[in-house]
């Protein structure tokens, strides 16, 4: 996927510096025609020669390098580039990226760009949940500025949070992803993502522990893959993908009604959502008071299946479903398959998944079961879009 194609790899001034080394290592066994930059303070953590000697190219770090004959480096350098990765940027780099910022040949080389950037932060938890770096991201982010990462774990310094760099392997799967064919080009995918929320009165709701994680991961993999993605999302504190449209809602009937309007021009719908089975049947307007002892009932009623409506649709989008199970996975996933008439269901332990950003996944189709193995839910996200691209109908 990668042969041929010409990335410049940035490294800036973070102690991940050294895991770039294993990316530019990667990248060049893949095949991908490599030039590294290296800020000044990422000259000071891994040396300039080891990614010399890796990309098989002299490696830049000055603005004022005498080597580029016209003294253009800072356009020149990324000129004929299709893709700028920056692994780690730091954030200093972020903030400088965010501005428009260009007082080294790095962040020059991001400013006169032409091509895509890829940032992979890394940097310490406080300076990544700090409020700057939050709002750069944002920035960033509306800038159509790819970003890979961070997840949370034990970092450089001894503590532990969001801000680890991802490891070389899955940054190269991101790059991968970028450059992959867009098996899903000309296709509308619908996404569900997230809990709903049952309003039992004012302030308090019935609800799933669900993080959302999985299905915006779905929703970024089939951006990926080149479809026009809309993102019908529960309430959730998460970034909306780049290039993903998002609506919000809240009840598990807004949900319905968004994806009733928007499933017959859909090609594909992916129901990712942990709708809530069940909503309070007459939601009081007043916060109900303690019942001094006594026991309280609250009568329920049904929501609709929303993936049950879409499914038996005539005409309707390919479905795909997802089934949380606490036990007997293969069972459960089978019958649910059955019951709501499904081409592909996508199945998970709710034990594995959970809040986390890895998952284990099996699919089930009419040829079988396809275990997916566990890793990163972006991943399983990009094995699970390939898997739905060979089923939809080939154009002659
Ligand atoms: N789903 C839906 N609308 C609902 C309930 C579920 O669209 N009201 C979808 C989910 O998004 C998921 C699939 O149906 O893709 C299975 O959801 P799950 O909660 O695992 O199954 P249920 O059908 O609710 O069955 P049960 O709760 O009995 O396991």
């Not at 609709?304 to 309707?316: E, F, Q, R, S, T």
């Amino acid at each position: 996927m990668l042969k041929g194609k010409r990335i410049l790899l940035g490294i800036a001034g973070g102690i991940a510096a050294y895991k770039a080394a294993m990316l530019a290592r990667l990248l060049v066994r893949a095949g991908a025609d490599v030039r590294v930059a290296m800020t000044e303070a990422a000259t000071r953590l891994v040396t300039p020669v080891t990614f010399q000697a890796l990309s098989n190219q002299p490696v830049w770090s000055d603005l004022w390098d005498q080597r580029v004959p016209d003294a253009m480096g800072h356009i020149e350098l990324s000129r004929d580039r299709e893709l700028i990765v920056v692994a780690p940027a730091s954030a200093d780099f972020m903030a400088k990226v965010a501005h428009g910022l260009a007082d080294d040949l790095l962040s020059t080389l991001c400013v006169a760009r032409r091509c895509p950037l890829m940032l992979a932060p890394a940097m310490n938890v406080e300076m990544w949940e700090n409020a700057a770096t939050q709002r750069n991201l944002g920035v960033l982010r509306d800038d159509g500025v790819l970003i890979e990462g961070p997840v949370a774990g034990d970092q450089a310094c001894g503590e532990t949070g969001y801000g680890r760099m991802l490891e070389p392997a899955q940054i190269a799967a991101g790059i991968e992803a970028f450059f992959a064919p867009k098996r899903l080009a000309g296709k509308r995918v619908l996404v569900t993502a997230g809990p709903t929320e049952e309003p039992i009165d004012p302030v308090r709701v019935l609800t799933n522990a669900s993080s959302g994680k999985m299905g915006y991961a779905v929703a970024r993999a089939a951006q990926e893959a080149g479809a026009e993605v809309t993102l019908v999302s529960g309430p959730v504190s998460l970034a909306t993908p780049a290039g993903v449209a998002r609506i919000d809602v809240r009840t598990a009937q807004e949900m319905f009604e968004a994806v009733k309007k928007r499933a017959p021009s859909s090609d594909v719908f992916i129901s990712v959502a942990a709708v809530a089975d069940y909503k309070a049947k007459n939601p009081s307007t007043q916060k109900i008071k303690k019942a001094n002892g006594r026991p309280v009932t609250l009568e329920l009623e049904e929501n609709p299946d929303i993936l049950a409506y879409v499914a038996g649709m005539k005409n309707g989008p390919f479905c795909v479903g997802f089934a949380a199970e606490s036990e007997k996975l293969d069972q459960h996933a089978k019958e649910k398959r059955a019951t709501k008439n499904l081409p592909l269901l996508a199945a998970n332990l709710v034990q594995d998944a959970l809040g986390a950003d890895t998952n284990s996944i099996v699919l089930y189709d009419d040829r079988g079961e396809h275990p997916l193995g566990t890793g990163a839910k972006l991943e399983l996200a990009r094995k699970l879009v390939e898997h739905v691209a060979g089923m939809l109908p080939q154009k002659k």
